[in-house]
């Protein structure tokens, strides 16, 4: 096994807020993730959207539109979703990254995956710890 990449992208979302994006983001990723199975493990740095999927409470129009569509999305699926932080899912920190400074969607899949990401997903794969600064610890 060469690394384990299926799939991903990167692009930038129009949102009110950074909650937004996060639910825009993992819609897209449940589009992708939706065409290789019906059994999907979420990652997210987000605990706000792991509660929000996780449970129906009242929120804004927009936010409250998302969440439905994430869970409609995730129905007949067998699924997990938890809370992991930023420097746990170094590919996702660096698809976030590249997908603020481009105005096109890129995807790709294990063949088309960018170096950066392969070498990330095997740096995760091999138990390769990685350090977090302290000029973000609050920022989740």
Same mark, same amino acid.
């Given at each position: 096994m060469e690394d384990m990449i299926l799939g991903g992208f990167a692009e930038s979302f129009?949102? /009110?807020s950074a909650l937004e994006a996060e639910l825009q983001a993992l819609t897209r990723g449940?589009?992708?993730a939706k065409g290789l199975g019906n059994v999907i493990w979420i990652e997210i740095d987000a605990q706000e959207v792991v509660n929000?999927? !996780?449970n129906?409470?009242?929120r804004a129009a927009q936010i409250r539109h998302l969440t439905t /569509?994430?869970?409609n999305k995730l129905? /007949?699926?067998t699924f997990k979703i938890s809370h992991i932080r930023? !420097? /746990?899912n170094k590919v996702a920190e660096f698809l976030a990254k590249q997908g603020g400074s481009h105005s096109n969607r890129t995807t790709f899949n294990h063949d088309t995956a960018p170096l950066m990401?392969?070498?990330l997903a095997r740096m995760d794969r091999l138990g390769i710890p990685n350090v977090r600064g302290g000029e973000d610890e609050d920022e989740e």
């Open positions: 129009t949102a /009110g449940l589009d992708m929000m999927v !996780e129906e409470r009242r /569509g994430i869970r129905r /007949g699926c930023r !420097e /746990g990401v392969k070498a």
